[in-house]
């Protein structure tokens, strides 16, 4: 009898314990659902999800041009980041700027205007010591015969004067529709979309356009806004890259756009991570121009150092 009670006794203790196990269980599951299900929320507000459908041409359009307002409230004073003084000098900087900073190129051309101040004195300049004079920017040999060419090129076709349209600027040799529009848009206030590195990596992330080519990247964006936004819009799209939407992390974090942006994460999103991400201004660092214009340095704003000087960042 005492066997029977025993036995009994064990299988009650056995089964309140199986029950206990089985409610631990069910709590440290429910648990677990409670925390994917709050990361599941977080992400959601932290990354914008996928559209159910294909976005309408409509609304492409007004997403486009909301990001291009905003980004000009941060960069009211976004204008072109080389230094020049006339139609000649941005030409020429423009070129040089290929496969090198702007800042770089602004260190650079105060020593070559002072010599060569009109196409006339570089299309006969001694070609090795303008090569001399760039070889800081890069490719040296080939932007010296780019810029000496160009520079015949005005004399010879345009009685050294830069010409004020796009069909005669891309005559000229080194000139092509980026440049032109650059020097367009900046020199003669004619609206042009300059098709840079920047302008290409950011379009295809906010899918504005899927193209690759610069010409039909040209034409893609240039149909989402009125042909009076080209320059400006220019202007932001460069800045926001070089500032915050790099190309290798991004400054997701702190971007003025995210909510707008269908890439938001690939870059650092936590904001104190992504803040020591900011270039130039944004970050307190010197700007590219030695010279940049007052409105720029109105805003806070800081002029590069010139060439050989030591920067206090």
């Known amino acids: 009898m005492k066997a029977v009670k025993k036995a009994a006794v064990k299988e009650t203790a056995a089964k309140e314990a ?22 599941a929320k977080k ?3 932290e990354k914008p999800q996928p559209a159910g459908k294909p976005e309408s041409p409509t ?39 290929a496969q090198t900073t702007d800042l770089r190129v602004n260190q650079t051309t105060p020593t070559l205007f002072a010599k060569y101040p009109t196409p006339e004195d570089l299309a006969a300049a001694n070609p090795e010591e303008v090569e001399e004079i760039l070889r800081p920017c890069g490719f ?21 004067e830069v010409p004020g349209r796009l069909e005669d600027l891309v005559k000229l040799p080194g000139v092509g529709r980026k440049t032109a ?14 098709v840079d590195t920047h302008f290409q990596r950011l379009v295809r992330r906010w899918r504005w356009t899927a193209e690759t080519d610069p010409d039909k990247i040209e034409a893609a964006v240039g149909a989402l806004f009125p042909k009076s936004d080209w320059t400006d819009l220019s202007h932001h799209v460069i800045w926001h890259g070089r ?32 803040r020591k991400l900011l270039k130039y201004e944004k970050g ?17 704003g800081r002029p590069a150092p010139p060439l050989g000087a030591v920067s206090g960042t």
């Open 43 to 45: 992400a959601a507000v």
């Open 243 to 274: 500032r915050m939407c790099h190309a290798r992390k991004p400054a997701c974090g702190v971007c003025p756009i995210a909510p707008l942006c269908p890439a938001y994460g690939e870059g650092e999103t936590d904001p104190e991570k992504a």
């Open 181 to 194: 529009f650059v020097v367009l848009g900046n020199a003669f206030g004619r609206p042009g979309i300059t």
């Open 140 to 160: 040296f040999r080939a932007k010296t015969k780019s810029v000496t060419g160009l520079s015949k090129g005005l004399v010879e076709q345009f009685g050294g």
């Open 284 to 300: 307190g660092f010197p700007g590219q121009r030695l010279k940049p214009p007052q409105a720029y340095l109105d805003a806070g």
């Open 18 to 39: 199986a029950a206990r196990k089985a409610a631990a269980k069910k709590t440290a599951a429910k648990k677990t659902a409670a925390k994917k299900t709050a990361a």
């Open 59 to 97: 609304a492409l359009v007004r997403r486009a041009r909301r990001i291009n307002r905003e980004l000009g409230e941060v960069y009211p004073y976004a204008h072109p980041e080389l230094d020049f003084e006339n139609p000649f000098q941005l030409l020429v900087a423009t070129v040089l700027s």
